[in-house]
Nanobody
Framework: QVQLVESGGGLVQAGGSLRLSCAAS????????MGWFRRTPGEVREVVAS????????AYAHFVKGRFTISRDNAKNMVYLQMNSLKPEDTAVYYC?????????????????WGRGTQVTVSS
């Protein structure tokens, strides 16, 4: 399994941008599919974006399309989430997740490893 540590969260005004990073340690990171999820208090964890092991395939939740971009650098064992045009409803804890299959999914239960999350707060 890989170990995941998120960073880059913080407080930003509506319309602003943040870039989240996920650092992975462990072997064979480049063989893992990766995803970004988020959870607000009282809500279930929902997928934000995901990317295949090689980076050629990505997917986005409808509510972030055109605003967020997921990317990865396998040489650095990193995954990123560039978030632009942030809205107050984007406020949540954001989690990075890894899937051993190498594919990427919108279902949280299909991911094997999780980070602890990073808080993103968007003020109006």
């Amino acid at each position: 399994q890989v170990q995941l540590v998120e960073s880059g969260g913080g407080l930003v005004q509506a319309g602003g941008s943040l870039r989240l990073s996920c650092a992975a340690s462990g072997r064979s990171f480049s063989s893992y599919g990766m995803g970004w999820f988020r959870r607000t208090p009282g809500e279930v964890r929902e997928v934000v974006a995901s990317i295949s092991s090689g980076g050629s395939s990505t997917a986005y939740a409808h509510f972030v399309k055109g605003r967020f971009t997921i990317s990865r650098d396998n040489a650095k064992n990193m995954v990123y989430l560039q978030m632009n045009s942030l809205k107050p409803e984007d406020t949540a804890v954001y989690y990075c997740a890894a899937s051993r299959t190498g594919d990427h999914y919108s279902t949280a239960t299909l991911y094997d490893s999780w980070g602890r999350g990073t808080q993103v707060t968007v003020s109006s």
